[in-house]
């Protein structure tokens, strides 16, 4: 049996390695299922645009950051985009699922006016560059569940 | 979903597909106990004694969990330790029926062993549980005692070195 | 408090079990809207927020940071408060405290909880510390469990009283559009058949884990009786948390210590020359976990004698008819969006003094109330609201 209590050395103080497992389930929403569903049927990225002040957000949500309307419109964004800036972690993390070193960055779509954060593969990490071009590449259809993880990953263009 | 009226329950004439994301993993964590509550662990795990430690200015007997200061006075405990007597009253017990989640192991779960509060021989209270878990032999006042985990390897859990406390015949 | 503060808005959602066609910031949202309709302005009128919940039960670390856009909050000054049980009311006193001080005219105080998302028992038994109390606490319904037992014993109330509280809190339910538990329960036989939870809680006497949210505008002097033609004054608050219990959580068996309640209200009630509560104020919105939490409350707040809850609730004296009513709302056991329930105490008095409770409004005429929270182990805020 793994010992759940130790005694530290030359001291009485004891350590208890334990763990906090509490169940939570995140509801996407209307707004955020009706990405994620496109994004797992049609291998669409759709984003949200606001009629008074044209922003467009991707991933789509629900009100505008600026006015505080809702968000009406429903756009298709294009699959290609700029790489705002990315990050390398060569250490890993027990709930992390990937192994390290992991590449990721903010992608902010041709057509939309918002980054979001994803990984970057088929690139090693010196080639990383901020402003280059990506594009996004999907899992297989019966692979992808309505998450963001649908898409794989973002590989450089060009 | 609804624009313009916000407090409007959404209609249940059409089902569209809602996303539901699950986070199911432990959230693994290290605690220290410190050297006031490490002094019990110790005795416990080597000599199966309970102790606790009393204020030098109200006298009081601090038996969850001992700390370095007074909660009343506010003061600083120092290092008066009191060996707690292993024998007493059940106080007061409860029972769980139905099964709630603990965090600490994981899962749902009914404690069958009822927890109580248990006063001690020399008169300070002890929150624990208790062996018997037939619930219509559960009377208030009834004489305990503690049963301890006797495998030496397995104790070095502080409170918990103590199973529970088991119903003395009369 | 140095200047005067009133509540000009009050907004809440629909509790309920579960919302999937929202997350929770727009739950949120939700809400905010509600309340800057009721106030009748623009979110750009208001001028700081402040964020109360309670994280474990989300799981979500510092869950307001992405609600920020939902809210409208975007670029202005605000703070979060958890707080435990007692957490809506430390928010709505934090903006009371933001204006009174003269730093803002107006603040919104926003408080949610989305129960769906995770499991209140577990997130309440992670506050047991793992080194000393790792399976002796289920949540906060053993700790209630413990209270009851003492309860009835003390006091000689019987369950039939505690599903005399359920049939009351129903009745205001069932009127009140926005509560959660709407159980339509007819007979005290009714109550008595749900299931034990731990004994001798049964399920129609404890709360539910609501999904909700509770939004309130408060205004200063200068401002509010420009916005709304009914503004609600605060006119005092306390809040007290005092150390556990050295047996038992919610309830003292020993009869040797302090609580919370009868420290709030030494303060609170000396302070405004309550002597007797019951002719002096019009209408208590207590948080109450569990039923027989209620009638031990009636007690810890000088509603009645020591021992005399449950006679009240025998007579009918706290309905919604009655000469001093409790929880026309139905209460924290009919709706509990814990980081919300506090606000939503203080909402519902409100709307009370307002007259604007609809269904649920009080027959007597409210001018002067109280709503209170409760928190674990030994904790208590109190607020007390006027019409002028």
């Known amino acids: 049996m793994a010992k759940v209590t130790e005694k530290l050395e030359g001291m009485d103080v004891w350590v208890y390695h334990g763990k906090i497992h509490i169940p939570n389930t995140y509801s996407a929403g209307a707004v955020g299922s009706r990405f994620l569903i496109e994004l797992r049927d049609n291998k669409r990225i759709m984003g949200t645009r606001c009629p008074a002040c044209s922003l467009v957000y991707v991933p789509a949500r629900s009100v505008c950051r600026d006015c505080f309307g809702m968000l009406s419109e429903w756009i298709e964004v294009g699959r290609k985009g700029t790489l705002l800036t990315y990050a390398v972690a060569y250490q890993g993390n027990p709930v992390q699922p990937l192994e390290p070193p992991v590449a990721y960055g903010i992608v902010q779509l041709d057509g939309a006016d918002t980054g979001f954060v994803h990984m970057l593969g088929e690139v090693a990490p010196e080639q990383l560059k901020v402003g280059m071009k990506v594009k996004a590449v999907f899992k297989i259809k019966k692979e992808r569940q309505a998450s963001i993880l649908d898409i794989k990953y973002f590989k450089p263009v060009g | 979903m609804a624009k313009g009226s916000p407090t409007k329950k959404p209609k249940k004439s059409e089902q569209p597909e809602y996303i539901r994301i699950k986070f199911d993993l432990p959230r693994p964590y290290h605690w220290s106990t410190g050297r006031y509550l490490g002094k019990l662990y110790a005795e416990a795990k080597e000599n199966k004694k309970l102790m606790a430690n009393r204020c030098p200015k109200c006298k009081e007997i601090k038996v969850h969990a001992p700390t370095p200061v007074c909660p009343k006075c506010k003061v600083d405990m120092g290092w008066d330790w009191v060996e707690l007597p292993q024998t007493g009253t059940v106080f007061q017990y409860t029972y769980q029926v139905y099964p709630l989640w603990d965090p600490h192991v994981g899962g749902r779960w009914a404690n069958p062993h009822p927890p109580a509060i248990i006063l001690l021989d020399n008169g300070v209270y002890l929150r624990h549980l208790l062996e018997e878990t037939d619930t219509k032999k559960l009377r208030e006042g009834m004489r305990v005692q503690a049963v301890w985990e006797e495998d030496y390897e397995k104790r070095g859990q502080g409170f918990q070195d103590i199973l529970y406390f088991r119903t003395i015949e009369e | 408090m140095a200047g005067r503060v009133a509540i000009v808005g009050v907004g809440q959602t629909h509790h309920t079990t579960r919302r999937d066609d929202v997350n929770l910031p727009e739950m949120v949202g939700e809400a905010v809207r509600a309340a800057l309709a009721d106030a009748q302005l623009s979110i750009k009128d208001i001028e700081a927020f402040i964020f109360s919940n309670m994280e474990a039960f989300e799981g979500i670390l510092l869950p307001e940071h992405g609600m920020i856009t939902e809210v409208g909050a975007t670029g202005k000054p605000g703070l979060k408060v958890t707080g435990g049980g007692t957490t809506g009311s430390e928010a709505v006193g934090e903006g009371c405290h933001m204006i009174s001080a003269g730093l803002y005219d107006i603040t919104m105080v926003i408080s949610w909880q989305k129960h769906d998302c995770g499991d ?12 000393f109390a790792k399976g002796m606490v ?40 926005y509560s959660h538990l709407k159980l339509g329960l007819k007979s005290i036989d009714e109550v008595l058949q749900s299931p034990y939870l731990v004994w001798p809680i049964r399920l129609y006497d404890f709360c539910p884990q609501s999904c909700g949210a509770c939004v309130l505008v408060l205004a200063s002097e200068k401002k509010a009786k420009k916005i709304h033609k009914k503004p609600v004054w605060v006119a005092d608050f306390e809040v007290v948390h005092q150390e556990p219990f050295r047996a038992g959580s919610f309830g003292d068996p020993t009869g040797t210590e302090t609580y919370s309640q009868h420290v709030a209200c030494e303060r609170l009630y000396k302070r405004n020359g309550i002597t007797n509560v019951r002719k002096q104020v019009d209408l208590a919105e207590i948080y109450e976990p569990s039923t027989w939490e209620e009638m031990s409350l009636y007690e810890h707040f000088y509603f009645c004698e020591k021992n005399e809850g449950w006679k009240l609730i025998e007579k009918g004296v706290t309905n919604i008819e009655g000469d001093f009513p409790v929880n026309c709302s139905g209460g924290v056991i009919a709706s509990n969006p814990i980081g919300a329930t506090p606000v939503l105490r203080i909402a519902e008095a409100a709307l009370q003094i307002r007259g604007d409770a609809g269904e649920h409004q009080a027959t007597r005429d409210i001018k002067t109330a109280i709503a209170t929270a409760l928190g674990g182990p030994n904790w208590t805020a109190m607020f007390l609201l006027k019409r002028s």
């Open chain 3, 138 to 177: 289920t949540g906060a319904v053993s700790e209630f469990a413990k209270q009851a037992l003492s309860y009835m014993k003390e006091s000689g109330a019987r369950e039939e009283h505690a599903a005399m509280v359920r049939l009351k809190a129903d009745r205001g339910a069932c009127r009140n559009p």
């Open chain 3, 120 to 131: 209140a028992t577990a997130g309440i038994s992670a506050a047991a510390v793992p080194t």
